[in-house]
């Protein structure tokens, strides 16, 4: 899928690197379910449709072969040779994932140029110049973001110079880079990762459900999805892996490393930014893995539609595994005069670790984050001031002291806002720039706001109640 980044080379390069000191037999994890296969794909006809800036031509495919279209700027012989590549990635993506393509994916072969291109494009449709602007100052609210930060071209370099190859879940497409005359190891992982999506797709329909679930706001959920679908693409790709040549892993391994020393955005981006990007690959990995230890296969095909709807049980499987639920907490509604509302959704568990992974504790701050069970937050916005309120409920009246703790610890210490002053039941900070915060907690809930303008954050705590 889009999105793919620099934090993926990190699993793959850890991957290869482990996986070259031992044999594939001894590695490869055990999976308790029969793979199924189809017959190899006929022989591949390569051929080239319309395309932005790319003078094409069409000609007969085989109903049982790829769909490949490639760059008019490639060596046709080279195409033909990356088709046939493909097609037996193609068939290793199904004997590793145990399902069959119901139809040939079809699949476009750029060269680098074009695929950065490409992307940088896609992205730059996708960002909203206002909705940016409002995502920086709410980033440097939370100290996240310096004032002089660029997100916009932070995310363009970030996403543009590291993609390979991704999955269009809009056009069932898979594009991949395809400068040399035959796909190198890495690229190879890549095409069978994005190769899954594609599969899984066509099997669960997941792709017009995932995309809804951002456009409503419904990020906790929508994160936890993403992990499913990322740590089973990534989770079979790694299966992959262990099955190819020692000498292609040893291969995999040098370019991974090659393409982390020669990467030129990642030294500007924020570490907490690298992290996030990680959270779907990585934990969403080990979820799948999970899932495969307690009833093989099937169980993550079980998952698309028996889905994780937090962070909380992906980072705990043992949790979605027990049937654990979200508590629920009304959505915070505050009305400010003058400020509009820019997002209502619920922050999770693993939102409340990459925040207080930035304070001077962070290992024991983040480990607060532990007992979530359900939160509600609203960020409002006018021309100059941010508002954040969140209403949160935990597990139990100790985990929500823990985490409440936490965060009155991040904004005395990390956010610089001084002591904090009893307020009523709560505890309330006024910096000498303005910024607010309030925290009141009664049993397992509490309430936070945070915010640029002290007047607005008052406003915002009398008309928010402990849940």
């Known amino acids: 899928m889009k999105g793919q980044n620099i934090r993926f080379l990190s699993i793959l390069l850890a991957a290869a690197l482990a996986l070259a000191a031992c044999s594939d037999a001894d590695s490869a994890p055990e999976i308790s379910a029969e793979p199924v296969t189809t017959s190899a794909p006929a022989e591949t006809t390569t051929t080239t449709t319309a395309a932005p800036e790319t003078t094409t031509t069409t000609t007969d495919i085989p109903s049982d072969a790829p769909l490949v279209i490639a760059s008019d700027e490639m060596d046709p012989e080279a195409v033909e040779r990356l088709a046939e590549e493909v097609a037996e990635l193609i068939q290793a993506t199904e004997d590793v994932r145990g399902l069959p393509f119901l139809t040939q994916p079809m699949v476009t072969i750029l060269t680098r140029d074009e695929l950065e291109a490409r992307v ?20 440097q609210l939370f100290g996240l ?19 390979a190859g991704f999955y269009d879940g809009d056009t069932g497409e898979l594009v ?18 994005e190769l899954v999506h594609a599969l899984t797709d066509q099997h669960f329909f997941f792709h017009d459900d995932y995309v809804e679930m951002w456009e409503e706001e419904r990020y906790e959920e929508g994160a936890a999805f993403q992990a499913l679908i990322e740590g089973d693409a990534t989770y079979f790709q790694l299966i992959y892996m262990q099955e190819m040549p020692i000498a292609e892993q040893l291969a995999l ?41 307690e009833g093989g296969i099937a169980a993550v095909d079980d998952a698309y539609e028996n889905r994780p709807v937090s962070t909380e049980v992906v980072m705990h499987p043992s949790r979605y595994l027990g049937g654990e639920m979200v508590l629920d907490v009304p959505a915070v509604e505050i009305t400010l005069e003058g400020f ?37 937050y609203q960020v409002l916005h006018d021309e100059d001031d941010i508002v954040f309120a969140l209403a949160f409920k935990g597990d139990s009246e100790d985990d929500a002291f823990e985490l ?16 904090p002053l009893g307020d009523g039941g709560g505890v309330s900070f006024n910096a000498e720039d303005g910024r607010y915060a309030y925290l009141d907690r009664i049993g397992d809930g509490f309430i936070f706001v945070l915010s640029t303008d002290s007047a607005a954050g008052e406003s915002a705590v009398d008309q928010m109640t402990v849940p």
Do not use: C
Request: charged content about 25%.
């Open 176 to 193: 991949i880079a395809g400068d040399a005359a035959e796909l190198s190891p890495y690229t190879k992982t890549v095409v069978v990762h």
């Open 404 to 419: 409440a703790d936490a965060l009155i610890t991040m904004v005395a210490e990390t956010l610089e806002m001084g002591e």
């Open 145 to 163: 973001l310096e004032a002089d930060d660029d997100l916009d071209q932070i995310l363009l370099d970030l996403y543009g110079e590291q993609v």
């Open 340 to 376: 509009e509302t820019y997002e209502s959704s619920s922050y999770g568990e693993w939102g409340f670790r990459l925040l207080l992974g930035q304070t001077a504790a962070a290992g024991v701050a983040a480990e607060s984050a532990n007992g979530w069970g359900g939160d509600s």
């Open 120 to 139: 940088r494009a896609d992205i730059e449709e996708e960002l909203d110049e206002e909705e940016l602007a409002i995502e920086e100052r709410v980033l």
């Open 253 to 293: 391994a040098t370019e991974a490393m090659r393409l982390l020393q020669d990467s030129s955005s990642t030294a500007s981006i924020p570490s907490w930014l690298l992290t996030d990007l990680s959270f779907p690959y990585e934990s969403g990995q080990v979820f799948v893995e999970r899932l495969i230890d």
